[in-house]
């Protein structure tokens, strides 16, 4: 017999007791558990019904936590992301729920429509029939039998879609895939296939939208970002084309195609950006330089080529060498007859060239594109003005000058002029009045453009020499008898008997 000490003997008479406790206590704690999930489950469903998303799904977070075999908390969350749109998470949820609970046919029939949504018509159509296989309640039952009908309408409807593609008719396949994607909205890979319908239609806004939700429905979607960089580029939205190709390309940095189509849009996009830098700075010259590097970068997409000849129009417009700009401009308006911003370059440069009727006829033109542009509104009156002083005086034409000719040519001209048609230089009646005529219209001409109030009016379309602009208008500071003209000798001495100041 074994004996036991007296201290042992105490210790184990009060083990069973101790082994009690800690029951009673390991129960408490399991009931203080499952009354915290209770209660988290409770809380949640109110801010569900209350619309109070996000706080709900932390009460169900914390649910599952408490108890990661809860079917009813994994069900109330999926409910929760449904409701926020996160069908993504809602989906391994509903699959959990099935996993614990089979037979809960709200969770399977929810997961079925799920499914249905991605376009996984074989998926779906297994847990609508297991549906009916679990004696459902008649709402149950009657949804799971009109979804399994659905289904093999849409497996059809993909079936002829594809034939559809395959033999060229890209307007009945995307007409299958409408009606598809009413029901399957969540399937990329339809907005994929309708997205290159749309490509070989030429319908480019539509397939960027589809392949813009494809892009965002598959998390991966590198071909998505490579094909809506390419639209965007042939397009001619270069800055477009950049940030998708950036996409691809922070999904997967070694995508080939992504990474060579990157380097190609960044160094067009560089370009253009620093010739528009050009302009804005004024440097037009450096500017045509710039859009001429454009179109060798990129001579296979007509719109760049034509983008840049647009804006080398524009440069050489603003840049005063009218002749080049008329013929660039020309060549645009060939391709886009209703470019508004190449009408307004070349009737600028018909303007500098003193075609007056052919820039009347440009903003006319651009006018009836666009009446309430205040540019071409007001370019067109000052066409109209130029052209009707034309048909008058024109000091510049008098002179032999260009409207751009600095103080000094202008001078010179003058001077060679009045040297040439001075009155003194004639004997005969006839040539000396029509000399003096001459003589007072270059004397005329010298002083409008010498003085740069009096030549801004007359830029701008004013004669201010005409006395229907100017009352009691009339002509140069001096009287109409040859002899009495006071200090105005171009010539310092010699046979006239004139004297005038040339010193301005």
Request: aromatic share 10%.
């Amino acid at each position: 017999m074994v004996s036991v000490a007296p201290s042992a003997y105490k210790a184990l008479s009060y083990f069973p007791f101790v082994l009690v406790l800690i029951d009673l206590r390991y129960e408490g704690v399991q009931c203080g558990k499952n009354a915290e999930m209770e209660n988290h489950l409770e809380m949640g469903k109110k801010l569900l019904a209350a619309g109070q998303l996000a706080d709900a799904l932390s009460h169900f977070h914390a649910a599952i936590d408490g108890d990661p075999k809860n079917y009813m908390a994994y069900y109330r969350r999926a409910t929760v992301y449904l409701a926020m749109g996160k069908f993504k998470s809602a989906l391994p949820d509903l699959s959990k729920v099935i996993e614990i609970k089979p037979d809960f046919t709200s969770a399977r029939l929810q997961r079925g429509n799920l499914l249905l949504k991605q376009g996984k018509l074989d998926e779906a159509e297994r847990d609508f029939k297991t549906v009916l296989k679990s004696n459902p309640i008649d709402k149950e039952e009657k949804e799971a039998k009109s979804q399994l009908i659905k289904c093999d309408e849409m497996q059809r409807l993909v079936a002829q879609a594809k034939s559809d593609y395959q033999r060229r008719d890209y307007s009945a396949a995307a007409a299958h895939l409408d009606t598809l994607l009413e029901t399957c909205a969540w399937d990329f890979g339809l907005r994929e296939l309708r997205a290159e319908c749309f490509i070989e239609m030429g319908e480019m806004g539509k397939a960027i939208s589809d392949l813009k939700a494809a892009s965002k429905l598959k998390s991966d979607n590198t071909e998505a970002f490579y094909k809506l960089s390419n639209i965007y580029y042939n397009l001619g939205d270069h800055e477009m084309s950049l940030n998708e190709i950036r996409e691809c390309l922070k999904l997967d940095p070694d995508h080939k195609q992504c990474f060579s189509h990157y380097k190609l849009v960044k160094k067009l996009n560089k370009q253009i950006t620093a010739a528009e830098e050009l302009i804005q700075e004024e440097r037009y010259g450096d500017a045509v330089n710039k859009y001429e590097s454009v179109m060798k970068t990129e001579a296979n997409v007509p719109y760049y080529t034509l983008q840049a000849k647009g804006r080398i129009c524009h440069c050489l417009s603003k840049n005063q060498q009218a002749t080049e700009a008329i013929a660039v401009c020309s060549e645009v308006l060939k391709t886009e007859p209703e470019s508004l911003n190449a009408l307004k370059d070349r009737a600028e440069a018909y303007l500098q060239d003193e075609q007056y009727e052919a820039a009347v006829k440009d903003f006319e033109t651009a006018r009836e594109h666009n009446e309430n542009d205040r540019e071409i509104n007001e370019g067109l009156e000052r066409a109209q003005r130029l052209l009707k002083q034309s048909q008058k005086r024109d000091y510049y034409k008098i002179l032999g000058v260009k409207r751009n000719a600095q103080k000094k040519e202008i001078i010179k001209a003058y001077r060679k002029l009045a040297h040439q048609w001075h009155p003194d230089n004639f004997q005969d009646e006839t040539e000396k009045k029509n000399a003096e005529k001459k003589f007072i219209d270059i004397a005329s001409a010298k002083e409008v453009l010498v003085d740069p109030e009096m030549r801004r009016k007359f830029d701008a379309g004013e004669d201010p020499l005409d006395p229907e602009n100017q009352q009691g208008g009339g002509g140069p500071n001096f009287q109409r008898g040859w002899n009495t003209w006071q200090g105005f000798n171009p010539f310092g001495s010699g046979p006239f008997n004139f004297k005038f100041n040339f010193n301005n």
